[in-house]
């Protein structure tokens, strides 16, 4: 993809997949998200993608421009979070896949979509574009509860992400976490080596803060996660997941504490600026 | 046809959240001298085909995704 | 086989048995209602064999089964139906559109919404894990079955004392019981995706034997959209779609019409359904894909009494009949006998009525959700409803007399030791400022987001005005939450609930009409106009006529309240038998309201927000402590429950309102539980910022901060408008104090920190559940 910062689409002819199976439950609101920033989102099955769907139902990935893992807790979360829609998709689409993340499209896994992504070797992909079998895993918040709080993300990418690229560096954003399953974890032998690689390749992208921001400690950071990571990218910056919700405060007034802010209401919320770094950079390559 | 069970297990070191919450319901219920609980999942799966193709089949499963390998190990027994 | 010599097995190749009831003598029809688990009295078998006997023929079991489920309390309402027309059903009907499984309401010109609240209570007893999640199912239905998209769940819930550490014989404990109940919502609700955004936890020993799990649903829906639970007439098919159909929940509408005893949990575990949250969530999508293409006629839910139930209803609604072919209900296992697939109450499942050619079209969009779905049969003219199993008639009834059920008049009467004649002063310590930590502190005040954090109250993304409100770091309590149910609009539903146990136990008249007051001023409290409520009623057994004596007044209350404020109550729900051989529980008639925002930029917190600004109470305090916080922590029994005028209300909201909605009010909160100084306290938590107060001479200082008086509000003004405030409240407004410092101050009586408060409301739940 060319970085010559030329605007190449218009907004609207940017499509989006936002794709679910059952149990996804935040396709609406993160559907909204790009639709209200002017692209073009279609929420749909993954059957459309695989398997028998009447032609007119029939999508295809390439089509698209973005594709998008929403939260919820598809197939209900059975097995392991986000285990079973990881493997319905690779056993069918790894190849169509794996050819979207290399053609630098962008990916993006907010809670549940996060904990596909890892499923399915997408992240964090460190040296390749999808690995065979996970290298990490979201496990079981230490608290062992599932934690629906305000949590506050510094911004801890370099400059890769293409999510975040324009959120400086070092800003932290509100944005919720609503999860139980969020601890991220490497094997344990290959922790620390596993750290300093993503550190080296600019692979993490938010780290949960206190709201003063000199400590972390429960519940600002509210799963136990390895380094405070709430959110990582690929090697390529195009594949992003996430543990807090950005589609949940596109508006000051989906801030928990807006009431007490002197900004407008309807002006933008903290997570606005994830959904429109994206849309530019896609503006700006394809 | 052969049975196989797959034992998910988490690996040691892990901390068991489910199993320590748990064992704290338990208490609650009046047993007493609990010394530990831990969370196992078994799958059990029926499968027409022979011992030796039904494990490598197991195997597959238990990669691919009845198990995470960064916490999870797995033990497959045929029956 | 069936124990049971008057059963005749009828010679067929599968389960179905003729029940000779014209031979059996009394005796013998109680026994046929005991050994088939029918719980109808001697007179309601008499009337089932008078019909039979005009039939000339004797019913089968499927028949008979069915009769017991449709004229059960929990199904026709038998007991509570005379006392709900003289006071519920004749409430406004301003902005109703429909009253069917739920009550469906005007938004705007093109959208409407629905709600609807009903109790959970026995099987959560039982098993609250399963029963709370199933609970949650049913009252999701009830909204989709009205062609309407869920919104939020609220969830209001009785338990005993928390920190209990011995409990009777068949009884759990609370703490057990309030982990299973909080965890079932938590994972249904949270695995749907709706947001549980409001409820309320109550603690109180007359709970212990006997829990209340209310769940309440609000939906919303296009106007051009909305379904009634009502088939459109011949040439209808029904379509059986959702979870499969097996054993779970046979009888469930029996068991919630009894009381529970010490066996109840092995003999009733039967009647506890299972939920698949992840077949439900499907199944959402796919019927309002189905309405949404304008393919339905209507929707019904399968709940109480499953098929026995929801074929009668949504057939007799369009004015017709039905013939169903019960072996072609899709099953979960087999050997299941007729009856028992047709009184099933397994989850996860909906009644489609819809045009014949319309069939091909349903059938394909649920197969895309991989949801099963399976025609069982076609509506016909005749009020009738005749059921085939492998070719054979094995049922045949008159809608008109299945489904009008008996009704009782039972007798009523006040309880002669009612406490409130004999008054029983608290002892109440000298240092209020430690009262007050210790009101604080009481777990039904304490703060519950031990449960609310567990609850997804945020995915959908338009929760605006949450179940926590104030600074992130210590966030105070809210008196309600605003939903934006539209993206893009301004305007919103301000969702909460109100109920006094204690009022109610003490005095059912005046209870009934304050849980109305409060769920009033807890909507207004946001910027919110109250628009429509929705009833749980949860008594003891009616039978006893002290029992009923509290419905009929509490209802009254409630009912009176709702037409002096021009009210609507589209919806409802009577939850009776709350008993165990231990007791009644105190009587619960829990409100749901919700109330239309104009702006949601304008609503308003509870949180104070500014040192300097003036702090006013608006309405009277009176000195009618009876069931007040205070009383009860310190020993004072009777006296005076706090009554509510609706005028007052009225013109007290329209002032606080009017307030908000000019930009006035920085923060405002209703008074209630605790009074006063316990809402003063909860806006410092919230706001991190502390309160110089002054005290009223004409009251005792324990009344002027304790009194739970109704219609009351704490407002904080903004400093520069605080004349423009004057001069729009008068004399309904008096100014208690400002905020200052971090203190929370009242004259000479207390003065604590605001970290101390916030230490005493916050921490106790977290130490009992851990």
Redesign the interface.
């Known amino acids: 993809m060319g970085h010559n910062g030329v605007i190449k689409m218009d907004t609207k002819d940017i499509k989006v997949c936002v794709l679910r199976i ?2 996804t ?2 396709e ?2 993160t559907n ?1 998200a790009f639709r ?1 920033l002017g692209a073009s989102a279609e929420t749909i ?1 993954l ?1 459309q993608l695989t398997s028998d ?2 032609p007119a ?1 029939r999508r295809k990935l390439e089509d698209y421009h973005v594709l998008a893992f929403p ?3 598809s ?4 097995v392991r979070a986000g285990a079973i829609f990881a493997a319905r998709m690779k056993s069918a689409l790894a190849g169509d896949l794996k050819k979207f993340v290399e053609a630098g499209k962008p990916v993006l896994g907010i809670c549940n979509g996060f904990q596909i992504l890892v499923e399915l070797g997408l992240l964090p992909a460190m040296g390749q574009t999808m690995s065979e079998f996970p290298q990490s895993a979201l496990y079981t918040n230490d608290s062992a ?6 949590t506050f993300l510094r911004h801890d990418n370099k400059g890769k992400c293409l999510f975040t690229s324009q959120v400086p560096f070092g800003k932290v954003l ?1 944005i ?1 976490s ?1 999860h139980a399953e969020g601890n991220l974890k490497f094997p344990s032998d290959l922790q620390n080596k596993y750290l300093e690689k993503l550190e080296e390749n600019d692979q993490i992208v938010f780290r949960y803060v206190n ?1 003063n921001e000199d400590e972390i400690s429960y ?1 600002w950071c509210p799963n136990g996660s390895i380094s405070q990571i709430a959110g990582i990218c690929n090697e390529g910056g195009n594949v992003l997941g996430l543990m807090p ?1 950005p ?2 405060v ?1 508006f000051r ?2 801030h ?5 802010s002197k900004e407008c ?2 002006g933008a919320g903290d997570g606005r600026a994830i959904f429109q770094s994206v849309l530019d950079n896609v503006k700006k390559s394809f | 046809m052969v049975n196989a069970e797959i034992r998910i297990e988490l690996k040691k070191g892990v901390a068991d959240p489910e199993g320590a919450n748990t064992k ?2 338990l208490e ?2 009046g047993f007493k001298g609990i010394l530990g609980v831990k969370t196992v999942k078994m799958f059990s799966i029926e499968l027409d085909m022979g011992a030796e193709e039904a494990l490598a089949a197991c195997e597959e499963m238990s990669r691919k995704l009845l198990a995470n390998p960064v916490i999870q190990s797995y033990k497959i027994e045929l029956k | 086989m069936l124990d049971l010599k008057l059963a005749k097995k009828r010679d067929v190749p599968f389960s179905l048995y003729d029940i000779d009831i014209f031979s059996a003598s009394d005796e013998e029809l109680k026994e046929i209602s005991s050994k088939l688990g029918l719980n109808l009295s001697l007179q309601e078998m008499k009337d089932v064999r008078d019909y039979f006997q005009s039939k000339n023929r004797m019913p089968t079991d499927v028949e008979i089964q069915s009769i017991a489920q449709a004229w059960s309390e929990h199904c026709c309402y038998k007991s509570s139906k005379v006392f709900l027309r003289e006071n519920i059903f004749n409430t406004p009907t301003t902005g109703v559109l429909s009253k069917g499984d739920a009550g469906v309401m005007d938004f705007d010109d093109d959208y409407a919404y629905c709600l609807r609240i009903e109790s959970h209570n026995h099987p959560s007893a039982i098993e609250p894990y399963g029963g709370a999640a199933t609970g949650i199912g049913g009252i999701v239905r009830d909204v989709l079955a009205m062609g309407a998209q869920p919104i939020a769940l609220v969830d209001p819930l009785f338990f005993g004392e928390p920190d209990l550490k011995e409990v009777p014989a068949g009884t ?2 609370p ?2 019981l309030i ?1 299973g109940v909080v965890g079932g919502i ?1 994972d249904y609700g ?4 709706i947001p549980t955004v409001a409820g309320g936890l109550f603690f109180d020993k007359s709970y212990t034997g006997n829990c209340l799990v209310n769940v309440g649903c609000i939906g919303f829906l296009r106007k051009d959209k909305l379904l009634n639970n009502s088939v459109k007439g011949v040439g209808d098919v029904l379509i059986l779609v959702g979870g499969k159909t097996g054993r779970d929940g046979i009888h469930g509408v029996n068991f919630a019409s009894a009381e529970l005893h010490e066996r109840s949990e092995d003999e009733s575990r039967g009647a506890v359904q299972l939920g698949d ?2 077949m439900k ?2 199944t959402i999508h796919a019927c309002l894909e189905a309405n949404d293409k304008g393919l339905l006629s209507g929707i019904k839910d399968l709940g109480g009494g499953g098929l026995s139930c929801v074929v009668g209803e949504i057939a007799l609604a369009g004015g017709c009949g039905a013939v169903v072919q019960v072996d072609a209900v899709h099953l979960k296992e087999e050997g299941l006998a007729p009856w028992e697939i047709w009184v099933s109450e397994s989850q996860e499942r909906m009644m489609l009525a819809a045009p014949k050619e319309n069939v091909d079209a349903i059938l ?1 969009i649920f197969k ?3 949801v099963p779905a399976v025609v069982i049969g076609e509506v016909v003219d005749e009020q009738k409803v005749t059921l085939y199993y492998k070719n054979e008639i094995i049922y045949e009834l008159d809608l008109d007399f299945l489904t009008k059920g008996p009704e009782y008049c039972r007798p009523c009467a006040e309880a002669e030791d009612i406490p409130k004649t004999a008054v029983k002063k608290p002892q109440i310590p000298g240092d209020l400022g430690s009262v007050l930590l210790s009101l604080l502190s009481d777990p039904n005040i304490a703060s519950k987001d031990w449960v ?15 179940p ?6 210590h ?1 105070g309590p809210a008196d309600a939450t605003v939903i ?1 149910p539209l ?2 609009s ?1 305007r919103g539903l301000a969702i909460a609930i109100g109920v006094n146990p204690w009022f109610t136990g003490l005095d059912p008249l005046k209870g009934g009409k304050s849980s109305i007051d409060e769920t009033f001023r807890n909507i207004v409290a946001v910027g919110g106009r109250p628009h429509a409520l929705t009833d749980c009623l949860n008594f003891g057994n009616p039978e006893k006529p002290e029992k009923l004596y509290e419905f009929r007044e509490a209802l009254k209350g409630i009912g009176d309240m709702a037409k002096a404020l021009d009210l609507a109550v589209p919806s409802g729900n009577v939850s009776f038998y709350n008993e165990t051989t231990y007791g009644s529980v105190l009587p619960a008639p829990t409100i749901l309201g919700v109330g239309i925002v104009e702006d ?2 304008k ?3 509870t ?1 104070f ?1 500014e040192e300097g600004n003036p702090v006013y109470l608006v309405g009277q305090t009176k000195d009618e402590m009876g069931a007040s916080l205070l009383w009860r922590k310190f020993g004072g029994e009777g006296g005076d429950v706090p009554d509510s005028d609706p005028q007052e209300l009225s013109a007290n909201s329209d002032i606080v309102l009017k307030a908000i909605s000019e930009g006035i009010v920085k ?1 405002c909160h209703d008074c209630s539980d605790g009074g006063v100084a316990v809402a003063v306290s909860e806006m410092c938590i919230g706001g991190n910022v502390g309160f110089e107060g002054t005290l009223p001479e004409n009251l005792p200082a324990e009344v002027s901060l304790f009194s739970e008086s109704n219609s009351r509000f704490i407002l904080e003004i903004d400093a520069n408008q605080e004349s423009k405030w004057k001069e729009l409240a008068g004399s309904r407004a008096q100014k208690i104090g400002e905020l200052k410092g971090d203190k929370i101050t009242f004259g000479k009586e207390i003065s604590i920190s605001v970290e101390s408060a916030r230490d005493a409301w916050s921490k106790p739940l977290w130490d009992i559940m ?1």
């Open positions: 059952e149990g439950n935040c609406d609101e909204e209200m099955h059957k769907v009447s139902m939260g919820g807790f197939a209900g979360d059975y509860r599932f934690e629906c709080r305000p509100m919720p609503a709201p519940p919700h589609e949940r596109m007034l989906q928990p504490d807006w009431t007490r209401p309807d | 704290k319901a609650l219920l | 759990k404990l703490k057990y982990k938590r949270n695995r749907i995706g949250p992840i969530e499907p394909d895309m959700w991989d609310i954090r567990q609850y997804d109250h945020e995915v959908r993304g338009n929760t605006v005005i949450k926590l409100q104030g600074d992130v770091s966030p934006r993206p893009g301004c949601i930029r609503c308003v917190t949180d927000k923060s851990g």
